[in-house]
Each structure stands twice: as C-alpha cells, then as structure tokens.
C-alpha cells in the first residue's frame, strides 16, 4: 500500500510516517521508487502510536527499539509517574481556578487582577487589623506595601516566616507595628536629619518590645530571612516601590539593623561574604 493509504488506515499524516522514518522507529519499505508498505508496517505503526498516546516519548521508543536490553515494562513505569505527577498539577490548578472563580466580582469596573493572588490567612488577618487603624495620610503606602507583598508571597519561605512571626500577635505589638506605618508615612515631608533621628527611635522602640530579633526566631535570621534579603530583585523592588530618598533612608537603616543582627547570629567570615550587598542603596 501506498504512504497515504498505510497513514488513512492508522489514522495518522503522511508526514507522521516520514518522522517516524527519520526517527528510526519504522522501517522504509525496501526497493526503489514508490514504497511500498506492507503488514508489519502497519503494525508496527499501529504500536508506535498505541505507546505515544499511552505516554511514552519517541525517545523512549527509541531506546526500547535500538536497546532490547531496555526493559519496556520500566519505560513505561516512567511514563505513568509523569503522568501520576501531571495529573497532580492539575488537580492543584483546578483547586486554584475554582478559588479564582469563587473570588471573583465582575463588573465592578475595577483593575481585574485585583486579588487574585492568594494571601496566606494570618498575613491577611495582619492586613485587617492594621489597616483601619492608619490615618488616610497613611494609606496609599500602605496599599503599596501589600501590592509588594504579593510579589514576596511567590517566595514560599517569605510566607512561612511571617505566618510564624505572626503567632500570638499581641495588641501592642499591632500599635508597634501601626506606628512604624505611620512614621514612613510621614517621612517623605521631614528633614533627613530629623528623618533619621526619628527613624532611629522608632527601631528602638521596637526593639524593646519585639526583642532582640524582632519577634523571629533565632534560626530563621541565618536561613528564611538571610535569604529573602539576598534575593534577586528584592532591593530593586524597594527601590521601585518607595523611590523617595526619606524612603530609602528608612529601608537602608532597616537593613543595616537586620545586617547587624544576622551577624549575631552567623559566622563573622560568613556574614561578611553574605550580607556585603544587603544594604547597596
């Protein structure tokens, strides 16, 4: 039979057939001029396609074919456990479409992506109990704030480390952390002289109630916080979000006190290697 014949009879493309030719998968047809494919092409076709739709790569076939010593049985236990783990992404997929779908407010003529990000729930409880307590002044950063959060919130070791530190969240630790959203709201109309003084005192007042490490655990300064500080696009993302020189200077006095407490925490040979660009604003 002809190569259009052998490809209507499998339910396959002429050009299918000559890929699997180029492959090494099926044999040309012996001789000169017009192939001609018989029984075994067709079977074997037949096989090939069978495999490829149970989730075997050509690769794989191939391997089976050039190898007899390949067992098909193993090719194919691989083949399920990609499978197993696809089907796995997609039913987390379908749990995330059906968040976004229930979520979801049409025709409120606002941004569409509008919280579509997901928020782990005690960061989102921190989020509602300190917003309504800011002054309208205050607001438009701190909106900004939780914007850039969201982007943190891809790091998954940002989330788990401040879900922790939100624990048994006191109310004065709320009016603590309230004062400092005030404070950087205010620091754009200050003098840097008096930015800093101020910027200063607050930290230490912090300090004096949240401890020595901020309320985090001692662990986490040389694992989950070293590393966020240290990631890519981190520093750039301050940068971008908050450009107003008062703002920097609030952000590099806050990195140079966490600098300063990892040190407590690492090697002195080590901190030097790993904090030299956490504060480069």
Not at 34 to 54: F, K, Q, W
Not at 158 to 181: G, M
Request: charge should be negative; aromatic fraction near 8%.
């Amino acid at each position: 039979m002809r190569i259009k014949e052998l490809a209507d009879l499998v339910g396959v493309t002429p050009r299918t057939i000559r890929h699997y030719h180029h492959e090494g998968l099926l044999p040309v047809p012996p001789g000169d001029g017009v192939r001609d494919y018989g029984l075994d092409h067709a079977v074997r076709l037949v096989c090939i396609r069978h495999l490829t739709e149970s989730g075997l790569s050509l690769s794989a076939i191939r391997g089976v074919v050039d190898d007899p010593s390949m067992s098909l049985a193993d090719e194919l236990a691989v083949a399920e456990e990609a499978i197993d783990k696809e089907m796995v992404a997609l039913a987390r997929q379908k749990k995330r479409l059906r968040q976004l779908r229930d979520q979801a407010d049409p025709g409120t003529g606002s941004d569409p992506l509008a919280d579509v990000i997901p928020v782990p729930s005690r960061i989102a409880w921190f989020y509602e109990q300190v917003g309504p307590r800011l002054p309208d002044a205050a607001l438009p950063l701190f909106e900004q704030e939780r914007r850039a959060m969201e982007v943190f919130f891809r790091y998954p070791p940002l989330a788990r480390l401040l879900e922790d530190w939100l624990q048994d969240f006191s109310p004065e630790r709320i009016d603590a952390t309230v004062a400092i959203y005030e404070l950087f709201a205010r620091v754009p109309d200050m003098p840097a002289a008096e930015t800093e003084e101020a910027i200063r005192g607050q930290l230490a007042a912090f300090r004096s109630l949240f401890g020595p490490n901020w309320g985090f655990r001692k662990s986490a300064w040389s694992t989950s916080i070293q590393a966020t500080l240290l990631a890519p696009g981190v520093l750039s993302l301050h940068r971008h979000t908050y450009p107003h020189p008062n703002h920097q200077l609030f952000i590099r006095l806050v990195l140079s006190e966490a600098a300063e407490i990892m040190q407590c925490h690492r090697h002195p040979d080590q901190v030097s290697r790993e904090t030299s660009g956490v504060d480069p604003l």
